[in-house]
């Protein structure tokens, strides 16, 4: 069929643009065109998606439409003109109104129905909206730890690359604590093979207590063969020191967060075929790309997440043994 990403150029656009093209599909992407062209064989619309939808988009009546790029009640809108026989929007966990923190039971949970211009309240309208527009052929991926070659996020990234460095790493007194992520490339694919096929919401994730903190930095330290060293620092000091949660120390959440945010049922997901990986196999392809390839440019207005140098000298130096 005639399928359209929209944002098909970054991270999970990209791998849905090879899923849908190795599909067999006729592919096109509707994207700014400021960072980079799809791949050969793919046709490329040029438009931003707070603008309308341009003329050729819609004389070209995809089929199938997979939207990855929504970021603004704009760009809900004009999508919401399309006419295919199947629309699978990719949302987020922040449309439910309760999370963080969180547990999310399943997707009758409440999503956020106010007017606020963040993440949450944003994708939750565009649900609304694309929702009204295509009933039943309307598909929402809320979408939670998304992981894999080509992350501009780079949160597996920075631990990858920090951890192959070796020496004293800074690391949460929550290594225990679970953690719950879903491969890039099996939530593109399964986002082009559901397209038209199921619809409503879905908790788009990987099953919960899959792994745990200590065990996915356990795993970048074996994946990269460095001789990385765990300084563990006790919450309180962590963020009396300044630390951000997330941020600096990509996927730590302070206690009280973590206990209930990685508690997500994706039972639907699950009956509706998305597929979970091993986490090994996650890691080990994000390295294997990251060692030959510049560090990402995140999207306008983030910054790269890491622990300071200096900051991270300092917790060393006040909580290393000896």
């Known amino acids: 069929m005639r399928l359209l990403v929209l944002g098909g150029t970054h991270f999970l656009g990209r791998h849905v643009v090879d899923a849908a093209s190795a ?17 050969d064989g793919v046709r490329a619309f040029r438009a931003d998606r707070d603008d309308p ?23 809900a809108e004009h999508a919401a003109v399309l006419d295919p026989r199947g629309y699978a929007f990719v949302s987020s966990l922040n449309a439910y109104r309760q999370w963080p923190p969180g547990p ?13 211009d963040e993440y949450g309240p944003v994708k939750a309208h565009a649900e609304r909206v694309l929702g009204a527009a295509h009933g039943d052929r309307f598909l929402t991926a809320r979408a939670g ?36 992520l879903v491969d890039v ?8 093979g559901v397209c038209g096929k199921a619809s409503g919401p ?16 356990d795993t970048c330290r074996e994946v990269t063969g460095g001789d990385a060293e765990w300084v563990v620092v006790p919450e309180a000091e962590l963020l009396a020191a300044g630390v951000q949660p997330w941020q600096h120390l990509p996927f730590w959440l302070p206690a009280d967060v973590a ?64």
């Open 23 to 39: 599909a067999g599909h006729d592919v096109a992407v509707l994207t700014r065109g400021v960072s980079g062209d799809p791949p």
């Open 259 to 322: 206990r209930t945010a990685w508690d997500v049922d994706t039972t639907r997901a699950r009956e509706l075929g998305l597929p979970s990986r091993p986490v090994r196999e996650t890691v080990a392809d994000t390295w294997a790309r990251q060692r030959h390839a510049d560090l990402p440019v995140p999207p306008p207005g983030r910054d790269l997440p890491g622990l300071p140098p200096e900051l991270e000298s300092r917790l060393v130096a006040d909580h290393r043994p000896g």
């Open 53 to 75: 939808l341009p003329d050729d988009v819609r004389a070209w009546a995809p089929e199938l439409v997979v939207d990855t790029s929504c970021q603004t009640r704009a760009a």
């Open 202 to 217: 879905v908790n788009a994730t990987g099953p919960a207590g899959m792994t745990t903190l200590g065990g996915l930095l």
């Open 185 to 192: 490339r099996d939530l593109a694919g399964w986002l082009v």
């Open 145 to 180: 730890l998304v992981a894999g070659p080509h992350d501009r996020l780079h949160r597996l990234g920075w631990w990858l690359g920090r951890i192959a460095a070796g020496g004293p790493v800074v690391v949460p007194d929550a290594l225990d604590q679970p953690i719950a």
């Open 104 to 116: 999310v039971r399943g997707e009758h949970e409440p999503t956020w129905d106010t007017d606020d």
